[in-house]
Every structure is written in structure tokens, then in C-alpha cells.
């Protein structure tokens, strides 16, 4: 589980030093999605293990999720993207995230659109849309 926290700490540090510098640099503003879904997705990872250990008597950290969703959450509203496959590794994490809380109906809002925008657009053998409906 150390190896997980490192991970989250790393990129608790990015993330925190792209919020100082996002206004001084406006030219981070394209790499802050990926600061934010290797945030997100760093806390949804030692979630599932921590949940995996859970039998030992820990419970998971459920806080993760939840900040791992408002990270997620924030960064949809913000960047709107026409890269389908940004989108759809987005929506797939954030799916997850919500399906991990048992936010069932919220995740398939979420779901729904992008599942038709990518059959749409890469077809419906594509891995990308395979993707989503795992």
C-alpha cells in the first residue's frame, strides 16, 4: 500500500503546484487534464487495493473516491474536449469511481451520451467502445 500512497503524494504535489501556476501560465491549461486524471486515478487505484485488504480488517478509504470523483467531476466541467478518446478514458474512470459509491443512475447519465458518441464516431468494435460497455 506505500507504493499507492507515493503515487497519490506525487500527484497530490502536481496537482497542487498546477493550481498555483495555472493563472501565471495559462499554457498549463492543456496539461491539466492529465495532472488530474493521474490524480483521480492514483486514488481510485489504492482504493481498489485497500479494498482488496479490507479482509484483514482495514476499511478502504472511501474519502479517495470521494475526492477522486470531485476531481473528475471538476475537470468534465472545465475542459470540454472533442477528443473522443479523452472522453471516453475520462467517462471510464469517472464511471468507476461512481460505480465504486454505488452511484448507479449518475454513472449511466454520464455513460449514456458518451457510449453513443463513441459508437458514432469509432464504430461499435471499436476498443474504445468496447471499453465503455464493459
Known amino acids: 500500500m506505500e507504493k499507492y500512497q ?3 503524494d506525487l500527484n497530490r504535489r502536481n ?3 498546477l ?3 495555472i493563472n501565471e501560465y495559462p499554457e498549463l491549461k492543456s496539461l491539466s487534464r492529465h495532472v488530474v486524471y493521474n490524480y483521480a486515478r492514483s486514488l481510485y487505484t489504492a482504493f481498489q487495493i485497500s479494498k482488496q485488504q479490507s479482509d484483514f480488517g482495514n476499511d478502504p478509504p472511501y474519502h479517495y473516491l470521494e475526492e477522486a470523483e470531485r476531481l473528475m467531476q471538476e ?3 472545465e475542459i470540454n474536449l472533442e477528443n473522443i478518446y479523452v472522453d471516453v478514458s475520462d467517462t471510464i474512470l469517472l464511471c ?3 460505480m465504486c459509491q454505488k452511484k448507479i443512475a449518475e454513472a449511466n ?3 449514456t ?3 453513443q458518441k463513441a459508437q458514432r464516431v469509432l464504430g461499435p468494435s ?3 467502445t468496447k471499453k465503455l460497455l464493459d
Open 19 to 21: 493550481l498555483l501556476n
Open 109 to 111: 447519465q454520464i455513460l
Open 75 to 77: 475537470d468534465a466541467r
Open 6 to 8: 507515493a503515487a497519490i
Open 126 to 128: 471499436h476498443v474504445g
Open 113 to 115: 451520451p458518451c457510449l
Open 15 to 17: 496537482y497542487e503546484k
Open 96 to 98: 468507476r469511481i461512481l
